[in-house]
């Protein structure tokens, strides 16, 4: 096979067969194609796009470029579930803990933050001596032994899709739906569960910025899980405003004990419970979606009776953590400035700036502009506020955590305008706008 060629194809219209695609993907992974081929190529993709038959293929050949898990070795069913990225998205801290109290196996990898968005690893490492790199054997060894583990990715999962994302992010490519699908998907099917829970983020705060595009997304997605026997779901969710109120790692993580103690933000632990209940559903091969509402009932219970805090510490001990920071938040790195940003008249909230929020997180060095760099997990925001709440003049609206008086000048700054009010009373903004089942 020549590479022109099948880039003329893609640059053509053409639909390209299995064999041309995972013979690119294999020839780009080995070295044997330059980046330039694997460029040209990746722009006809981003022109033309793909059907969803060249997707499914595009998504296996990268998800079988590596090691591909298989959980049930060592479990009956285990449960995945991904988000697209957001600000204060701390789901993961809270859902894998109750999905596990739940009685069912939980084994994730995460990604780390990078641009406005914040990622699990970086706040799981708040808490001192969390061991996020695991080798295969410890990552099924510890779903067998605990039902929970949460880790980075090893190298060798999906690594075409390491070197294509490497490369869309340099030739403009990103924003392709195939392109994202396949990249998502080669690394949940690599993970080795058999059931995933999709969260894709629509709003100001989210990769996809329309409730329609996060939809197309989220379809697409669904459709190369279950064409890679994979019982899937995806929830469209709100990003607009930040999840819950901590933005940055170490207050992240105190708000998920909180939520996990059964206290936290009403719209985390609801979001929460509502993602978490998917999960279980999945796991019990229970088809009836009526059976939501009573699973939202019995994980609340495992709230309330501590089982999930419980879970939480066990995965902290499992993976070498101090649970102490856990039993005792106060322990958890703390900022040296903290300082309150007040609302200056009385109205309504009508809008909270995510990415204002979120931006004003990375001045403080709560994430990293480009990837390698530290990130400070002390520092962050606390955003009180939500759109349609009722405010009185000189109330907190947000409190910044700061190591650095310059940094919290610009946060400070950059939060004065991060929310509009309005005198008029504002609806509140659902937390899920459509869920798809597969
Ligand atoms: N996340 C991914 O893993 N890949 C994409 O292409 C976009 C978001």
């Not at 070197?163 to 080669?186: E, F, G, H, N, W």
Request: net charge negative; proline share 4%; charged share 25%.
């Amino acid at each position: 096979m020549r590479a022109v060629d099948v880039i003329a194809s893609k640059r053509d219209g053409h639909e390209l067969t299995p064999e041309e695609i995972r013979w690119f993907v294999e020839a780009y992974t080995s070295g044997e194609l330059p980046d330039y081929q694997a460029a040209a190529w990746l722009m006809a993709v981003y022109l033309k796009g793909m059907t969803r038959r060249e997707t499914v293929d595009l998504t296996l050949a990268m998800a079988y470029s590596g090691d591909v898990l298989d959980l049930s070795q060592v479990v009956d069913y285990a449960v995945d579930k991904h988000s697209s990225g957001g600000v204060g998205d701390k789901t993961t801290l809270v859902v894998l803990p109750l999905v596990a109290a739940a009685g069912v196996t939980v084994a994730k990898m995460s990604g780390r933050g990078l641009g406005f968005s914040g990622g699990t690893l970086d706040k799981l490492e708040s808490i001192a001596g969390y061991n996020v790199n695991l080798t295969t054997a410890q990552f099924y060894e510890q779903a067998r032994r605990y039902g929970i583990v949460l880790c980075g990715q090893s190298a060798n999962l999906a690594p075409a899709d390491g070197k294509i994302y490497a490369l869309r992010d340099v030739t403009a490519t990103v924003s392709s739906l195939p392109l994202i699908a396949s990249s998502i998907m080669s690394k949940k099917i690599a993970a080795g569960a058999k059931g995933i829970v999709l969260d894709v983020k629509t709003g100001a705060g989210a990769f996809m910025p329309t409730v329609e595009e996060a939809r197309a997304l989220a379809r697409l997605m669904v459709d190369i899980g279950r064409d890679a026997g994979r019982d899937m779901v995806a929830l469209i969710s709100d990003m607009n405003q930040p999840l819950g109120c901590a933005v940055g790692n170490a207050l992240e993580v105190r708000e998920a004990i909180e939520t996990l103690r059964g206290g936290g933000p009403h719209d985390l632990r609801e979001h929460c419970l509502t993602v978490a209940a998917h999960m279980v559903r999945l796991a019990r091969r229970i088809d009836d979606e009526e059976a939501l509402p009573a699973l939202k009932a019995e994980l609340a219970g495992r709230l309330a009776d501590g089982a999930a805090l419980q879970k939480f510490r066990t995965l902290v001990m499992a993976q070498g953590g101090d649970v102490r920071m856990v039993d005792d938040p106060d322990r958890l790195p703390r900022a040296r400035l903290i300082e309150t940003v007040p609302v200056a008249a009385d109205g309504y909230v009508a809008h909270v700036n995510a990415l204002d929020v979120a931006y004003a997180a990375l001045e403080l060095g709560a994430g990293r502009e480009k990837k390698g760099d530290p990130v400070d997990h002390a520092v962050g925001v606390i955003a009180y506020l939500k759109v349609g709440d009722a405010v009185t003049r000189g109330q907190a609206a947000f409190t910044i955590h700061a190591n650095d008086e310059a940094r919290l000048a610009a946060a400070r700054r950059r939060l004065e305008h991060a929310i509009a009010f309005s005198t008029e009373p504002q609806s509140p903004l659902p937390l899920f706008y459509d869920t798809l089942y597969g």
